[in-house]
């Protein structure tokens, strides 16, 4: 087994941590106490919680040579998202990631790429129920070179359901706890039918009555630990749902929680692009306007400002200084924000775009999302509706192309 890095830090937000950020100031300290006081009550509340990432599949769905779990959503990949979800929850001290063997140097370079925290590898087994299985026997400290702590609530979720909210994993963990499994789900979309064995309909389900089973599921370690103890071979090759193993063989009957739409499972090729489109249409809902405090470029900037709340459905706008504390630009960059508008009026007037920049290089947040920069040279002014316009597009659209370059408008 690969240990995780030691202890269980995580960033303030999912991510790498940000480094060397000048400029910080009381108010941003006083802002990120509060939150970190508040994160210390939750973990007080929730019991010791780990979660199982069974990520062994070869995608044979998906139709293309590369699992669907390192197929790459704008250059990076699908189960690095899932683990972002799941690192920004703070009371969730390990991670564990079942991985084929040939991947496994592939499973520790996105780890370090991209700056995970708290994340174990174990070798897969050659079914989803033998994966989950060699995750379990890391936690329950079987193995002699484990690091792990036996956790009291154990979470197993798919490497490849990058959108799971914290209110969901927190539902289904404090239902685990008093019932010993629970599970999220969703209503059928489609009706269930039976058919015979000469290819007619044999029965149908009603609808109504069924719901669609789901991930994250949650359960008593202990509870779940056992089941897999005692499950058949047919069990571990073919059975696909956790829960019924916590029926099956420890008699616990999982309270079932309602899931949101965001749970959807990767699982077609088109599913790669709807999961694009979500992510890109998540962070462009925060724009970070860079201006001086000279009168004519405010005006510019807030009356472009004004335009940009236009161009999008629901998007938050900050405008500020940077040359002054830099308070404001780190609590952004700590939200994760990642688009940012320079506007400079008069022609190749870049100090502030490159003091942007620079603070950006620090933080190391372009290897999570691609960031947008774009400055505004004189000529914006002449057009500031076009030039919206069009600072618009490069947000939602971002180009891979683009990557890494300063758009200059």
């Known amino acids: 087994m690969e240990p995780g890095p030691p202890g269980c830090s995580r960033p303030a937000e999912p991510g790498p941590r940000l480094r060397r950020l000048c400029g910080a100031d009381q108010e941003a300290s006083v802002a990120l106490l509060s939150r970190a006081r508040a994160e210390a009550e939750l973990q007080r509340c929730v019991p010791a919680v780990a979660a199982v990432l069974p990520a062994g599949g070869s995608g044979e769905r998906m139709g293309v040579p590369t699992p669907k779990q390192f197929c790459p959503i704008l250059d990076r990949p699908l189960i690095s998202y899932t683990l972002q979800a799941l690192e920004r929850v703070c009371w969730i001290k390990d991670i564990v990631v079942a ?78 706890k008093e019932h010993g499994a629970a599970g999220a789900i969703r209503p059928l979309v489609s009706t269930v039918i039976c058919p015979s064995a000469d290819g007619c309909l044999d029965q149908s389900l009603e609808r109504a009555r069924h719901r669609a089973s789901e991930m994250p599921q949650a359960f008593l370690f202990d509870v779940i630990y056992e089941a897999y103890q005692q499950c058949s071979d047919y069990d571990l090759e073919f059975g696909t749902e956790c829960l019924h193993l916590a029926l099956k063989y420890c008699h616990i009957k999982a309270k079932l929680v309602e899931g949101s739409p965001d749970l959807w499972k990767v699982t077609y090729k088109r599913d790669l692009y709807a999961a694009e489109s979500i992510i890109k249409e998540r962070i462009s809902q925060q724009i970070c306007m860079v201006m001086d405090t000279k009168e004519d470029e405010e005006l510019v900037g807030h009356r472009l400002e004004e335009m940009l709340k236009n161009e999008f459905s629901h998007v938050k706008v900050t405008s500020g200084a940077l040359g002054h504390t830099g308070r404001d630009l780190q609590q952004i960059i700590l939200e994760q924000c990642y688009n940012f508008v320079c506007v400079n009026v008069g022609a190749y007037e870049f100090e502030e775009t490159q003091k942007l920049l620079d603070v950006l290089k620090e933080s190391d947040l372009s290897i999570l999302y691609p960031v947008v920069v774009i400055s505004d040279e004189q000529k914006l002014q002449d057009s500031l509706r076009q030039g919206a316009t069009i600072i618009a597009t490069l947000i939602k659209e971002r180009n891979s192309g683009l990557v890494g370059q300063l758009l200059v408008a």
């Open 99 to 176: 991985v084929t063997r040939e991947n496994m140097e592939t499973m520790k370079g996105i780890i370090q790429r991209y700056q995970h925290q708290r994340i174990s590898l174990v070798e897969a087994g050659v079914t989803r129920h033998r994966s989950i299985f060699s995750g379990l026997k890391a936690l329950a400290q079987d193995q002699p070179d484990s690091q792990l702590s036996k956790p009291e609530v154990v979470i197993i979720h798919d490497a490849v359901r990058p959108f799971v909210e914290e209110d969901v994993l927190l539902k289904v963990v404090t239902a685990a």
